[in-house]
């Protein structure tokens, strides 16, 4: 566990880490600015979805770059580069990644279990 304070722990970052940081709140802005809209402010809601068109990287990428005409999900191809829809994609992924992690169990509790070696943890909130 890291008991710094917050600002000693931004000060510790690499310049590298501050550009990933920046390129993550970007990322978040053009989610918020030009798929909120129809995809609700929460990546997490957006990311716990029945995919239809595949949650890997590339399908991802593939959905952002040319859209589904016949479903009213606009082509994002002229909109944004290759790097920003990757970004994007990216983006998303993370979100897929912690709904995977913080499950919900039949009894609707979420669990969420942080594995270390040796030791399996689960929670198990007070709150559905
Ligand atoms: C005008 C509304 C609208 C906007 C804006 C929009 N989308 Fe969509 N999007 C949709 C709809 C509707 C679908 C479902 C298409 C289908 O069912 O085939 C969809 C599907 C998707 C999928 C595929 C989901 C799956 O189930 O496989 C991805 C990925 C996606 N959108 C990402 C984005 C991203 C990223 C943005 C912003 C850059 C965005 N969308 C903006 C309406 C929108």
């Not at 566990?1 to 510790?12: F, G, I, L, R």
């Not at 990216?90 to 709904?99: C, R």
């Not at 669990?111 to 030791?119: C, N, Q």
Request: glycine share 6%.
């Amino acid at each position: 566990m890291n008991c710094k304070h917050k600002e000693s722990n931004s000060a510790d970052k690499s310049p590298l880490a501050k550009v990933k940081d920046s390129v993550e709140i970007a990322v978040s802005k053009q989610f918020e600015s030009f798929c909120s809209g129809c995809h609700g402010q929460q990546i997490a809601a957006f990311a716990d979805r029945k995919w239809k068109h595949g949650k890997e990287i590339s399908d991802i990428i593939s959905s952002i770059k040319t859209g589904y005409a016949d479903a009213e999900m606009p082509s994002f191809e002229a909109a944004f580069s290759e790097d920003e829809i990757k970004n994007i994609a990216v983006y998303i992924l993370k979100g897929i990644d912690n709904v995977d992690k913080y499950r919900k169990g039949p009894d609707g509790y979420i669990y969420a279990s942080v594995e270390k070696p040796g030791y399996v943890f689960r929670l198990k909130p007070l709150k559905k």
